[in-house]
Structures are given as C-alpha cells and as structure tokens.
C-alpha cells in the first residue's frame, strides 16, 4: 500500500515537472513570436512559423503510423477545431506582437474559466454556482488587467481576449474531436491552421514579403522548436501524473511571461496587473479543487 501511494507521488511530481517545462515552452515561442514580429510582418511570421510546426507533427505523425488524411479530419469537430484555431493564434499573435508580452499572458490564463463555462453551456456538464462564481471573479481580473475605463486602456488590449476566446473554443472542440485522430494529426492541423490565419491576414495587412535574416530565422527556428517541444512535454504530462495535480502547474506559463517580458523586452507591472493575475489564478485554482472534489 505504501507502494503504491508513493508509485503515485512520484508520477505526480514526474508529471507537474513535465507541466512546468511544457509552459516554459510556450512562454518561450511567445517570446520568440514577438521578437520575430518586430522585423517581419505579422503574416509572415504567422505562415513560417506554422510551416515548421506542420512538417515536424506530419514527420512525426507519419513515423508513428498515423494517417494524416484520415475521413475523420472532415468530421463537424474537426473544422470546428480548426475555425478557432485560425481565430485564437491570429489573434494571440497579434497581441504578442502589438501589446505588452506579460499582460497577454496573463489574459490567455483565462482560458480554463472559458473552457469549464463552455463545457457547462454545450456539453451540458454540471457546473454549481461556487464555480460560476469563480468563473465570474476570473473574468472581473480580466477586466481589471484591461482598465476599459482607465487612460491607458488601448482597444489592442482586445486582441489577447479574441486570442484566448479562440483558445477555448479549439479546447472544446478538440473534446470532441475524434479519437481516432492521434495528439500528433491534431498537432499538424493545428499548425496548418497558423499558416491559414497567416494567409487571411496577409490580405489586410498588405505588407510584401520580408527578406528574413540569420537573427529572425534564429528566432523562428527557435520558436518551432519551443512550440513543438513544449506541446510533447504537456502531453507527456498529461500522461504522467493525475489530472488534477499536474494541471494547477499551467499557471507557471504566467511567471515565465511576465519574466520574459521584463527581461527581454523591459515591461513593467502595475498593480491591476497583480490584482487581475491573482483573482484569474486563484479562480481556476478554485475550479481545479471543486471539480476534483465533485
């Protein structure tokens, strides 16, 4: 017995460790993205960066046996899936790339707030008045990060909640994806739909195309791989370790951001941004430990 719980407290600590790199990742990529942007138009940005993330998944993919044009890729799910990808990273793009690295960041924390109404509001799940409070403390941090009604409110500050609202939507819908679809095949069309949003947005940005230079492909390079490393490190800590404990460790993608964003491009916090991260953090705490206990 003593085995055992201790079998499961190392694979929970294996699988947060796991967790705590994947948003290492990502916050990482993000950073990478933003500098990239600062040279090269956004589109472009946005369709390179999806080309190297599209042929690493279909090479793993293919060596994993996975077909990738599989019928269910057509099935409704799938281009449900795909439609808020193309919104979410178009528009999380363009808030890393227009507005402050940490306060987008922290925006895109709200997603699992989003993720658990929705899943009450379209899955029909039970979700009790304790958690829609919670839901509706996060979105007040949001709010609070944003300061609509403050002078240094910008309509760009916008763009981090379309980004994370596509996020959540793509969450939902990979719920609902097919499971015949491997991580990997969901990984590759996820990076096929950066390279649409990429496209779509090139018509109205209209900027030409960029000569890229050894420091910017350095920068994209790096990017793809963080991207890439970092979405296997959350599958394998999702495989790890038990849901509810490895899943509060998302939160870390927070710290790095905001570090990120104060060492590499110099932005400073105020003090709606502690409060706004606070009450987001605290709020999808509080969902995790209800959930686990329901």
């Not at 002078?151 to 500050?157: E, I």
């Not at 963080?226 to 599958?235: Q, W």
């Amino acid at each position: 017995m003593t085995a055992h719980i201790q079998t499961d407290a190392r694979s929970n600590m294996i699988g947060s460790l796991w967790m705590i790199a994947a948003m290492a990742g990502f916050a990482l990529e993000d950073a990478l993205l933003k500098a990239a942007s600062a040279v090269l138009p956004i589109w472009q940005v946005l369709v390179l960066f999806g080309a190297g993330g599209s042929v690493i998944f279909a090479g793993v993919a293919l060596a994993r046996g996975q077909r990738l044009l599989h019928p269910d890729v057509l099935s409704r799910p799938m281009k449900v899936r795909v439609l808020f990808e193309i919104f979410g990273r178009l528009f999380y793009v363009l808030a890393i790339a227009l507005t402050p690295l940490s306060s987008a960041t922290v925006i895109l924390q709200a997603t699992p707030l989003v993720v658990v109404a929705g899943a009450a509001l379209f899955f029909g799940e039970a979700v009790g008045w304790r958690r829609w409070s919670a839901i509706f403390v996060g979105m007040i941090g949001v709010v609070i990060i944003l300061q609509p009604t403050g002078d240094s409110f910008s309509m760009l500050s916008i763009l981090a909640v379309l980004g994370m609202l596509g996020f959540a939507g793509r969450d939902l819908a990979s719920r609902a994806a097919p499971a015949t679809l491997g991580t990997e095949v969901l990984g590759f069309y996820g990076f096929l739909s950066i390279i649409v949003a990429g496209l779509a947005y090139r018509f109205w940005e209209g900027a030409p195309v960029a000569p890229v230079g050894i420091h910017t492909s350095l920068h994209l390079t790096g990017a793809v791989l963080m991207g890439v490393i970092a979405y296997a490190s959350l599958m394998k800590a999702m495989r790890t370790g038990e849901v509810s404990a490895v899943t509060p460790f998302r939160y870390t993608r927070l710290l790095f951001g905001i570090g990120l964003g104060v060492v590499m491009f110099g932005e400073s916090l105020d003090p709606a941004m502690w409060i706004g991260s606070a009450l987001i953090v605290a709020s999808g705490l509080f969902i995790l430990w209800r959930g686990r206990r329901a």
